[in-house]
């Protein structure tokens, strides 16, 4: 018997998202995220405990603005002290790991899934998903948006608006589309 859809996603092989158990899966986090997004900020403190229980890890003082998004929140871990202004999407069919001390601005999008090229495979739902690791006291401005299989080395600044679809060294600053070294042309 082959690997499920959920276990090809996670082995990183190219897998239909277009199958029951993602489906299933996919929904508890919209009902998580949902919950996290329309309760009072007093109920929901700095994270709701739906949402946080989807999470694979979650280091203490960790405070998610809302509204957020997640395509399904098993696959997220983050350190102490993360903070993820408002609007902050993850699509996270890859492991996405956010290092301590880390913030995101407003806006900021994590994308792991790549569609296939192809169009009609592309059309029966058949994509890949590359994980995202973002280090410890990385500061990433608001819309930025980063691509599946990039690392963010710890103390790194991404500008906002930036386009990161390469890995980004410990402490380097990089800004635009796509985003590269400032002062390097």
């Given at each position: 018997?082959?690997?499920?859809?959920?276990?090809?996603?996670?082995?990183?092989?190219?897998?239909?998202?277009?199958?029951?158990?993602?489906?299933?899966?996919?929904?508890?986090?919209?009902?998580?995220?949902?919950?996290?997004?329309?309760?009072?900020?007093?109920?929901?403190?700095?994270?709701?405990?739906?949402?946080?229980?989807?999470?694979?890890?979650?280091?203490?003082?960790?405070?998610?603005?809302?509204?957020?998004?997640?395509?399904?929140?098993?696959?997220?871990?983050?350190?102490?002290?993360?903070?993820?202004?408002?609007g902050c999407v993850i699509l996270d069919s890859a492991s996405v790991r956010i290092g301590d001390g880390s913030m995101l601005g407003p806006g900021v999008h994590i994308y792991c899934a790549e569609h296939h090229k192809d169009p009609e495979l592309r059309g029966a739902g058949m994509e890949i998903a590359r994980p995202v690791?973002?280090?410890?006291?990385?500061?990433?401005?608001?819309?930025?948006?980063?691509?599946?299989?990039?690392?963010?080395?710890?103390?790194?600044?991404?500008?906002?608006?930036?386009?990161?679809?390469?890995?980004?060294?410990?402490?380097?600053?990089?800004?635009?589309?796509?985003?590269?070294?400032?002062?390097?042309?």
């Amino acid at each position: 018997m082959g690997l499920s859809e959920r276990q090809k996603m996670a082995a990183g092989e190219w897998y239909c998202c277009f199958d029951p158990e993602l489906d299933a899966l996919r929904w508890q986090a919209r009902e998580a995220v949902h919950l996290h997004n329309s309760m009072p900020p007093s109920q929901r403190g700095n994270l709701a405990p739906a949402l946080s229980a989807l999470f694979a890890e979650l280091g203490e003082s960790v405070f998610l603005e809302a509204p957020f998004h997640c395509s399904y929140g098993i696959n997220i871990s983050l350190g102490r002290r993360v903070y993820m202004n408002t609007g902050c999407v993850i699509l996270d069919s890859a492991s996405v790991r956010i290092g301590d001390g880390s913030m995101l601005g407003p806006g900021v999008h994590i994308y792991c899934a790549e569609h296939h090229k192809d169009p009609e495979l592309r059309g029966a739902g058949m994509e890949i998903a590359r994980p995202v690791t973002i280090g410890k006291s990385v500061w990433i401005g608001g819309g930025a948006i980063l691509v599946g299989g990039v690392t963010i080395g710890d103390g790194a600044i991404i500008g906002a608006g930036s386009v990161v679809t390469r890995d980004v060294a410990a402490g380097a600053t990089v800004v635009g589309n796509p985003a590269r070294p400032v002062g390097v042309k």
